[in-house]
């Protein structure tokens, strides 16, 4: 099956830093997903994003799906963006659907 | 409001005594779907339905069940809970499978097994 790989598995930093995430995936995808767990375990969907870029705000993703990856920016850092982000891949119709290992996130005051 | 709830939260069951785990959605989606989340893993899908359809992953034990007795409700049943079927489960909605596979996720139940 599809392998999802994200890095960093872990990143600290100061409230008001920017940071990238990022997700490699094996195979070619028509789904790709970022979410947040926050630490009370609430998982949130950020981005649906198989290709292109997106922004919400302080966040943005973007996708180059021709060479299997994906990038989610962070920028202005708020404690409130702690938790785990993962990034999710799979088929059209909800098949196979694959949640990535997450890269784990604390900013500090 | 909340938009996918799931009861209870909290669940603690017995070795081999079955449990059943409820999610309910206020959003009218056609689609819902229940992961599995262990200590320090990401989630797990383990089956969903679009409408009354029901699709299981393929790796998902027989163990596990799921019914949908209308558009509103979802059930997770456990047969036979081993010590290894604790963690978090989580269930999800979307609109449709085009769009997105789990688009709105609830609080999770967090299940103990004794």
């Known amino acids: 099956g599809i392998q999802v790989e994200q890095s960093p598995p872990d990143l600290i930093l100061q409230e008001g830093a920017n940071s990238t995430l990022r997700c490699n995936f094996s195979?070619?995808?028509?789904?790709l997903q970022w979410f947040h767990q926050n630490p009370w375990g609430q998982l949130i969907n950020l981005f649906y994003i198989p290709s292109g870029t997106k922004q919400n705000g302080r966040l943005s993703a973007t996708t180059v799906a021709t060479e299997r990856y994906s990038l989610l920016y962070i920028s202005s850092s708020q404690t409130t963006d702690s938790g785990v982000y993962f990034c999710a891949v799979g088929g059209d119709y909800g098949q196979n659907f694959v949640f990535g290992p997450g890269t784990r996130l604390s900013v500090l005051p | 409001d909340a938009m996918v709830i799931q009861n209870p939260r909290y669940q603690v069951t017995q070795f081999g005594k079955p449990v059943t785990l409820s999610c309910s959605q206020t959003l009218n989606h056609n689609v819902m779907y229940w992961y599995q989340q262990k200590s320090s893993q990401a989630p797990k899908l383990l089956f969903h339905y679009y409408d009354k359809d029901f699709n299981n992953e393929a790796d998902t034990p027989d163990n596990f069940q799921s019914r949908r007795p209308n558009t509103s409700f979802c059930f997770l049943d456990i047969r036979s809970p081993g010590l290894g079927d604790a963690a978090m489960y989580l269930c999800?909605?979307?609109?449709?499978?085009?769009?997105?596979?789990?688009?709105?996720f609830g609080p999770g139940t967090r299940l103990t097994v004794t």
């Open positions: 195979d070619s995808v028509n789904n």
């Open positions: 999800a909605t979307s609109r449709d499978l085009a769009v997105a596979a789990g688009g709105y």
